[in-house]
């Protein structure tokens, strides 16, 4: 039995949409689906023009999954575009990025998703303190050498 999939992270989740070809009743068109992950590897790659190791590290994938994932996109957008097939953005196995925030008065830290149009929060929701912070979450890296994190 395979292991399950690893949930990859997106900046925001993309609103599923359908692109297809002007003038052709969609309910005669092949559907392509280019999964919520995909587009998000597209846009770091090639819209963002950013290194693949970079984006992966983004993604939370390996830099191979990566380039699987983009070499998938690619051909699913180039069929849909040569074939003139309609393109349905949805679904997938991924996680929207978030922001961790704390209070400066009684340490609670709580997370806004990215994206969500909350944008910054004015009070702590726990005290209603003023005094809060973006936290940066750090992740442990492995020293090469000995292997402990």
Same mark, same amino acid.
């Given at each position: 039995m395979?292991?399950p999939r690893? *949930?990859?992270?997106v900046? @925001?989740?993309?609103t599923? +949409?359908?692109? /297809?070809?002007v003038?052709?009743?969609?309910h005669?068109?092949n559907?392509i689906?280019l999964?919520?992950?995909?587009?998000?590897a597209?846009?770091l790659v090639?819209?963002?023009n950013?290194?693949?190791?970079?984006a992966a590290?983004q993604?939370?994938?390996? *830099?191979?999954?990566l380039? @699987?994932i983009v070499n998938? +996109?690619?051909v /699913?957008?180039a069929q849909?575009?040569?074939?003139?097939?309609?393109?349905h953005?949805?679904?997938?196995t991924?996680?929207?990025?978030?922001h961790?925030?704390?209070?400066a008065?009684?340490?609670h830290?709580w997370?806004v998703?990215?994206?969500s149009?909350?944008?910054a929060?004015?009070?702590?929701?726990?005290c209603?303190?003023?005094?809060?912070r973006?936290?940066r979450?750090?992740r442990?890296?492995?020293d090469?050498?000995s292997?402990?994190r």
């Amino acid at each position: 039995m395979p292991r399950p999939r690893k *949930r990859r992270r997106v900046w @925001r989740e993309a609103t599923p +949409a359908i692109f /297809k070809p002007v003038g052709v009743p969609l309910h005669q068109l092949n559907t392509i689906t280019l999964f919520h992950e995909e587009l998000e590897a597209l846009r770091l790659v090639d819209l963002e023009n950013r290194y693949q190791e970079e984006a992966a590290e983004q993604m939370n994938v390996s *830099r191979s999954t990566l380039q @699987r994932i983009v070499n998938e +996109a690619h051909v /699913k957008v180039a069929q849909a575009l040569t074939e003139g097939a309609a393109l349905h953005i949805e679904g997938g196995t991924f996680r929207v990025a978030t922001h961790y925030w704390q209070c400066a008065d009684c340490g609670h830290v709580w997370e806004v998703e990215h994206g969500s149009g909350q944008g910054a929060p004015a009070r702590c929701p726990r005290c209603r303190s003023s005094y809060i912070r973006l936290r940066r979450m750090r992740r442990r890296r492995m020293d090469r050498k000995s292997g402990i994190r």
